[in-house]
C-alpha cells in the first residue's frame, strides 16, 4: 500500500504503534505503512456493529486479515478485538500489546463511526454513541497509552479527525461535534504532554475510500436525486464538488502517510497541528 516511487526505509524503525479501528480502511493503511517502514504494531478493533450506525460493520475476519498482511511486510502485530468505549479491555489490550513488544511509541487513535439525521431530528441515542465512539474513545485510547508513551521518554499520537474537525457539516451534527471535540482534545493534551516529549496532531481527511462512505446508505444522501442507490460512479460525480482537486476521495494510504510523517522524525518538532489531507476541501 506504498504510493509508487516510495521504498521502505525504516522510518520508525524499533518502533511500536497501536492503531484503533485496524481492522480495515483508514486503520489497515496505518498499520501496514507502519510496518513497512519498521514498527511492531498493535491492532485494535470491534470488529462487529455499533447500535445506531447502518454502515457494514468490520469483521473478526477483518482484523485477522489486516494482521496477516502486516506479517507478510515482516512485521509483528498483536491484534485485539476491542470496542474503544471499554476503558478496562482498552487498557488491558494496549498493556498486553506493550509488554509483547517492549514499550509503546505511537499512537493512532483512528476508530470511528458515522450516521446521519438533521441536528434537529437526532435521538438522543444517536447523539450520544457518537460522541461515546468518536470522541470519548479517541480520549479514551490517549488515557491508557499516554504512560507507555511517558515511561519510553516520548512518543507521537495522532488523532484522526476529519474536514468535519474543521469545518460546519450539513446532516451531520453529532459527527461534526465530536470531530471538533478530537481537536480540542489534541490541543489542550499536546500542552500537556509536551514536557514528557510526547507531541499530539490530528489529521483531517475528506472522503475517503473505505466503507464507511462506500454503501448504499451514504452513496444515497450524496445524490438525492436519484430514486434508487447511485452507483459508484454516480457518487463519485457528487463527492469530487467537495474538493478543490478534481478527486472525489482520498486512499486510506493518504491518510496513513500523512500520519507515518507525524510519528516519524521528520515531524519530531510539530506538535499541536491539524493537517488536512483533504484535496483542498476545507479550502472550498
Given at each position: ?135 470519548t474513545g479517541v480520549w479514551q485510547t ?143
Open positions: 500500500m506504498t504510493r509508487a516511487g516510495t521504498t521502505p526505509s525504516g522510518r520508525v524503525a524499533g518502533k511500536v504503534a497501536l492503531v484503533t479501528g485496524a481492522a480495515r480502511g483508514i486503520g489497515r493503511a496505518q498499520a501496514l505503512r507502519f510496518a513497512q517502514e519498521g514498527a511492531d504494531v498493535i491492532a485494535v478493533d470491534l470488529c462487529g456493529p455499533v447500535d445506531t450506525v447502518v454502515t457494514p460493520p468490520s469483521s473478526a475476519a477483518d482484523l485477522a486479515e489486516t494482521a496477516a498482511l502486516v506479517r507478510e511486510t515482516g512485521g509483528r502485530i498483536e491484534a485485539f478485538e476491542v470496542d474503544v468505549r471499554d476503558r478496562a479491555a482498552l487498557s488491558a489490550a494496549v498493556d498486553a500489546g506493550a509488554s509483547a513488544f517492549g514499550g509503546l511509541d505511537i499512537v493512532c487513535a483512528t476508530a470511528g463511526i458515522t450516521s446521519s439525521a438533521p441536528a434537529l431530528d437526532l435521538d438522543e441515542q444517536t447523539w450520544n454513541t457518537m460522541l461515546d465512539v468518536n470522541l490517549c488515557a491508557v497509552s499516554a504512560p507507555h508513551l511517558i515511561e519510553r521518554g516520548g512518543g507521537s499520537m495522532i488523532l484522526t479527525s476529519s474536514i468535519a474537525g474543521l469545518r460546519g457539516l450539513v446532516g451531520v451534527a453529532h459527527y461534526t461535534a465530536a470531530k471538533h471535540g478530537v481537536v480540542g482534545l489534541m490541543r489542550s493534551m499536546a500542552k500537556e504532554l509536551a514536557p514528557h516529549k510526547v507531541r499530539v496532531n490530528t489529521v483531517h481527511p475528506t472522503n475517503v475510500d473505505t466503507p464507511m462512505i462506500q454503501n448504499d446508505a451514504v452513496r444515497t444522501k450524496f445524490r438525492p436525486d436519484l430514486d434508487r442507490p447511485p452507483t459508484r460512479e454516480e457518487f463519485a460525480e457528487s463527492a469530487a464538488t467537495m474538493n478543490l482537486l478534481e478527486i472525489p476521495w482520498v486512499e486510506p494510504v493518504d491518510v496513513a502517510n500523512a500520519a507515518l510523517f507525524l510519528a516519524s522524525d521528520e515531524a519530531r518538532y510539530i506538535t499541536s497541528v491539524s493537517l488536512p489531507v483533504d484535496a483542498g476541501s476545507t479550502r472550498r
